[in-house]
C-alpha cells in the first residue's frame, strides 16, 4: 500500500464514529468532525467539559490521521486524558509510537488494523466512563 491508501485505511476506521456516519453499527457515532483536508480528518467531542486539572472546554479530541510526507500520523487523544489507557494498547500499534499519542505508519496490515480499531474502542469506552460521549 502507498501512504494514500494507508490513509484511506486508517481514516475508515476513523469515519464511524462520527455523528451521522452510516457505519451499520449502532452506537459508534458520538463524535463530529473538527477537521477534514485531502491530508488531514480528525474528529471530537463537543459540548461543555470539565477536563483534568480542572479546565473547562467545549471540544474534546478523540482521533485523527495525517499525511506527513514520509508516513501516515495517528493521533489518539484518549491516552492523554487517561494515561494508564497507553498500557492496553496492542504492542503493534506501540511500536510505531511516536510520543504518548502519535503513532507513524509507513505499511498497514490486518494486525495493525485491528490494533486501531481496538485502541479507538477502548478510547471511546473511556470518554463515556467520563461523561465526554454518550452512545447513540
Known sequence: MDLDQIYEA???????????????????AVFDVTKETPSDYYIA????FEVPPGRK??????????????SI????????????????LSPVLMKRSSGKGCFQFKT??????????????????CYEERGWVARG
Open 10 to 28: 486508517c481514516k475508515a476506521l476513523i469515519v464511524p464514529y462520527v455523528r451521522g456516519a452510516t457505519s451499520g453499527e449502532a452506537g459508534r
Open 45 to 48: 467531542s463537543k459540548g461543555n
Open 57 to 70: 472546554t467545549k471540544e474534546i479530541g478523540f482521533a485523527g490521521v495525517a499525511k506527513r510526507k514520509d
Open 73 to 88: 500520523a495517528f493521533h489518539f487523544v484518549p491516552v492523554y486524558m487517561d494515561p494508564p489507557l497507553g498500557e492496553k
Open 108 to 125: 498497514w496490515d490486518e494486525e495493525l488494523a485491528a490494533a486501531v480499531a481496538d485502541a479507538l474502542e477502548k478510547g471511546l469506552d
